[in-house]
């Protein structure tokens, strides 16, 4: 079993940022890869950026030099650094985990969920 608890959502203004955390208990062998997902109202949960235990890092395109993924090993902790925040950022994020070593961001390669952290960005 994992247990992953995400904080930092909020509301901030277009050109902001926000930087989300993620706390990881549990079964380490079932968080190998992490992710960042969200979902918009009315849209299909989707993937964000994911980043291996060794390091290895991907990042959507709609994301990529606004977002970075982290992650403390010693903290179990995940992040997600968004700056440059667009009024279509808005959403529900959630942080997930997966056993495997080779993953990317579609959501079957996690089997473990948060319960999500609300950003909305105005403009």
């Known amino acids: 079993q994992v247990q992953l608890v995400e904080s930092g959502g909020g509301s901030v203004q277009a050109g902001g940022s926000l930087r989300l955390s993620c706390v990881a208990s549990g079964n380490d062998y079932r968080t190998l890869c992490m992710g960042w997902f969200r979902q918009a109202p009315g849209k299909e949960r989707e993937g964000v950026a994911r980043?291996?235990?060794?390091?290895?890092?991907l990042v959507a395109d709609s994301v990529q030099g606004r977002f970075t993924i982290s992650k403390d090993n010693a903290k179990n902790t995940l992040y997600l650094q968004m700056n440059s925040l667009k009024p279509e950022d808005t959403a529900m994020y959630y942080c997930a985990s997966g056993p495997s070593a080779v993953c990317g961001l579609q959501r079957t390669y996690y089997d473990y969920w948060g319960q999500g952290t609300q950003v909305t960005v105005s403009s």
């Open positions: 980043i291996f235990s060794r390091g290895s890092i």
